[in-house]
């Protein structure tokens, strides 16, 4: 098994748009609906973000969305915002197994 | 409001046995249809998948960790427990515990974390 694949990092500016990719493979990603993301602050807990794909938890901006195409997954931040500057893991089930993807640190410039 | 705390030895020697208990508080750890899981952070690196364990107990663990991982359950105390084996100073990390729903395969309630340094 190996890690789900991400841009090691990404920025934007206040309000723009930015999106991160992950990529797996027909085996986790392309097969199940079960990706999530989560966001990172340092010293802090990872936070769920999405999950199945596109559904938010309560509480979630919904400035924050996820799609999925083949065995890519992506997540969107639309108008950035200068507290979203963390890092971004996605996460797939693998069949009686969970991977992650190796993490994607986002600036807000 | 769930709440999940991570306690145990926060330095362990190389060789010797890593142990670490999550207590599960607002809820129970008996529900069905949640697993309860453990997952690592080496620091300034990513998350790391050890394993889980569904009501039911059936573990299911990372296959790089498998020969040196055990999770169990105490649901009298309402707790769950993470043993690492054979540590090395590459098991160093945050180690954090949790919940995981079945039907949404994502981690909805996470501890706060704690260090384990292996060094002798």
């Known amino acids: 098994q190996s890690a789900l694949t991400q841009p090691a990092s990404v920025s934007g500016s206040p309000g723009q748009s930015i999106t991160i990719s992950c990529t797996g493979t027909?085996?986790?990603?392309?097969?199940?609906?079960?990706v999530s993301w989560y966001q990172q602050h340092p010293g802090k807990a990872p936070k769920l973000m999405i999950y199945?794909?596109?559904k938010r938890p309560s509480g979630v901006s919904n400035r924050f969305s996820g799609s999925k195409s083949g065995n890519t997954a992506s997540l969107t931040i639309s108008g950035l915002q200068a507290e979203d500057e963390a890092d971004y893991y996605c996460c797939s089930y693998a069949g009686s197994s969970t991977l992650f993807g190796g993490g994607t640190k986002l600036t807000v410039l | 409001q769930l709440q999940l705390q991570e306690s145990g030895s926060g330095l362990v020697k190389p060789s010797q046995t890593l142990s670490l208990t999550c207590a599960v508080s607002?809820?129970?750890?008996?529900?069905?249809?949640?697993?309860w899981s453990w997952i690592r952070q080496p620091p300034g690196k990513g998350l790391e998948w050890i394993g889980y364990i569904y009501h039911s107990g059936s573990t299911y663990y990372n296959p790089s960790l498998k020969s040196r991982v055990t999770i169990s359950v105490d649901r009298s105390k309402n707790q769950f427990s993470l043993k690492l084996s054979s540590v090395t100073a590459a098991d160093t990390a945050v180690y954090y515990c949790a919940r995981l729903p079945f039907w949404s395969g994502a981690f909805d309630y996470w501890g706060q974390g704690t260090l384990v340094t292996v060094s002798s």
């Open positions: 027909s085996s986790d990603v392309g097969s199940y609906n079960l």
């Open positions: 199945e794909v596109s």
């Open positions: 607002g809820g129970s750890i008996s529900s069905g249809g949640y697993s």
